[in-house]
């Protein structure tokens, strides 16, 4: 047998093990989901933010199909060997803690979305000055804002119940796009940014894929850079505002960007974006990946408009119309490639190249 005969039957078995691996995971955060679903009777959206959602129901099982797409996806790019299986089954007690954990803080969170309780975080972030006032508040109703441990410790798990455990395959879109760009390429030496990196969980991602590129993560949480720092230890962690970076001009090969535009007010997103096309180097990379929009998939735009009648997403009516491209050309990159998966798109687009 020759030699890529082998490398493609190894990559096929271990795309057939990371699909074996993420059903188990999709079923217990789905589980999870319908358990915390049933427990707070939160099936309805609150009476005041019900009249937002007006388009019509998806076709009878549309949402499954997509959902399924997410995971198809993850395992073909494994199978493929653009990037090595990222799923790992947690050892039952754990995984079982995970889920009381979840379950129990969905009570708090109904209470607080019943009472429209946004701005509590305000307190736990201390004095006003150090945070942006947008970033001083609970979304998704989440306990703790950004600013507590046990926020940053269940916020993963609280992404994968939302989404049936299709969270992580849905953003590895972005990192499909960033990979098969750089495939073939040495990766030594070259710096990447994850922008927004939360609790680590996509550095970690970053990782697996790129073991010999310099890793670097900025948040300005302190609370989940702490909770990054405890997995992801090859990474160096950076506090630091998306408006205003600590990186020199032209400094960094790619940077990664999830779930971060959705969240912020339309006002900041050229300055975020411009900060992005600042610190890359000319032909570097952006790999953003962030809620699809109601042009990328018609069908599902009930959920869209539901997501911020569910949780508390001020800003997500303002994305969910921008234009990306343009904003992003504004900032000196132009789009190379998209994808999209479920609830999620991605873009790759490169600083300097022609549209």
């Not at 006002?267 to 900060?275: D, L």
């Not at 962030?290 to 869209?304: G, S």
Request: charged content about 25%.
């Amino acid at each position: 047998m020759k030699r890529s005969d082998t490398n493609r039957s190894a990559f096929a078995g271990e795309g057939r093990a990371h699909a074996a691996r993420a059903a188990v995971k999709a079923a217990w955060w789905g589980a999870t989901g319908a358990v915390a679903r049933a427990v707070t009777r939160s099936r309805a959206a609150p009476a005041a933010a019900s009249s937002l959602v007006r388009a019509p129901p998806p076709p009878k099982g549309f949402v499954r199909r997509a959902w399924l797409v997410a995971l198809e996806k993850d395992a073909r790019d494994i199978a493929l060997g653009i990037y090595p299986p990222m799923v790992k089954v947690n050892h039952p007690l754990k995984a079982l803690r995970r889920a009381a954990d979840i379950i129990d803080d969905a009570r708090v969170v109904e209470r607080r979305r019943g009472r429209s309780g946004a701005r509590e975080a305000r307190e736990d972030a201390g004095p006003g000055g150090a945070y942006p006032a947008y970033y001083r508040q609970n979304f998704h109703f989440q306990s703790g804002g950004w600013f507590t441990s046990e926020s940053a410790r269940r916020y993963e798990a609280q992404v994968e119940t939302l989404f049936g455990g299709a969270g992580a395959a849905m953003r590895r879109r972005a990192l499909s796009l960033l990979a098969q760009a750089w495939r073939g390429r040495d990766h030594r030496g070259l710096a990447i940014l994850d922008l927004a990196c939360g609790s680590g969980a996509f550095l970690g991602d970053l990782a697996l894929a790129f073991p010999r590129a310099r890793l670097i993560g900025a948040d300005l949480s302190p609370a989940y850079l702490a909770e990054a720092a405890r997995s992801q230890r090859a990474a160096a962690l950076v506090q630091a505002t998306a408006e205003r970076l600590p990186f020199a001009d032209g400094s960094l090969a790619a940077v990664t960007c999830v779930y971060l535009f959705h969240e912020l007010p339309e006002k900041v997103r050229p300055v975020v974006a411009a900060e992005i096309g600042r610190v890359l180097a000319p032909g570097g990379l952006l790999a953003f990946a962030d809620a699809i929009q109601p042009v990328d998939e018609p069908r599902l735009e009930r959920l869209l408009e539901a997501f911020p009648a569910y949780f508390h997403e001020p800003y997500f009516e303002s994305y969910e119309k921008t234009d990306l491209a343009a904003l992003f050309a504004g900032a000196g990159l132009a789009p190379l490639g998209q994808d999209q998966a479920f609830l999620t798109k991605a873009m790759l687009f490169e600083k300097g190249a022609r549209p």
